[in-house]
């Protein structure tokens, strides 16, 4: 099954996947779609708060935030890392419940980005908000950093976080009931 919907004027079909017995999700995924990474940077770009740097959780938004990056001339962004590397000169962790990732999840800042926050203006990009769990872990880390979250966006905004004020969005994509149709 599929949901097919138009986002940033590219038309796409999601597979529908299985979060439980009654209900499902549209399964989004930018990587390796160039035409859909680059329309989506340019249109969220055009609803962008002011910012400093954009922030964005690993893995999915990552290419979005770089070409976001660099369609506005950024020199610089950051990613919230899964596990901390070997790079990193200490890092800031928050624990995070993703709906589509199982189990906890943790996130890492590494303090050396940490300080280039200090008292600037982070926006916050993820490719799709939801439960508003992943976007929770980014805050927590922007807040310790002592960074000035001047907003959330995502290309899509899935169940409750529709109706969030607070984050900026291109495209509402509806919950499925475990026949396909739309839950109201």
């Known amino acids: 099954m599929y949901y097919e919907m138009t986002i940033a004027g590219c038309k796409?079909?999601?597979?529908?996947?299985?979060?439980?017995?009654?209900?499902?999700?549209g399964a989004f995924v930018i990587f390796g779609d160039a035409e859909l990474?680059?329309?989506c940077a340019r249109d969220l770009?055009?609803?962008?708060p002011e910012y400093d740097y954009l922030l964005t959780a690993e893995a999915k938004g990552i290419p979005l935030i770089h070409e976001m990056a660099r369609q506005h001339?950024?020199?610089?962004?950051?990613?919230?890392?899964?596990?901390?590397?070997?790079?990193m000169t200490?890092?800031?962790?928050?624990?995070?419940?993703?709906?589509?990732?199982?189990?906890?999840?943790?996130?890492?800042?590494?303090t050396a980005d940490a300080e280039l926050m200090k008292g600037k203006r982070i926006l916050l990009v993820d490719d799709v908000i939801s439960t508003g769990e992943s976007l929770m872990g980014l805050e927590t880390l922007v807040?310790?950093?002592?960074?000035?979250?001047?907003?959330?966006?995502?290309?899509?905004?899935?169940?409750?976080?529709?109706?969030r004020g607070d984050i900026r969005y291109l495209e509402p994509?509806?919950?499925?009931?475990?026949?396909?149709s739309v839950l109201e």
Request: hydrophobic residues 40%.
């Open 12 to 25: 796409r079909q999601l597979p529908l996947c299985k979060l439980n017995d009654e209900l499902m999700i």
């Open 37 to 39: 990474t680059v329309a």
């Open 45 to 48: 770009l055009k609803i962008a």
């Open 73 to 87: 001339g950024d020199k610089k962004y950051f990613i919230a890392r899964k596990k901390p590397k070997l790079y």
């Open 90 to 110: 200490g890092v800031f962790e928050v624990t995070v419940d993703s709906i589509t990732t199982e189990g906890h999840q943790k996130l890492y800042l590494d």
């Open 143 to 163: 807040e310790k950093a002592g960074g000035i979250i001047c907003g959330r966006m995502a290309i899509l905004a899935e169940g409750d976080a529709i109706d």
């Open 173 to 180: 994509l509806p919950l499925f009931r475990s026949d396909g």
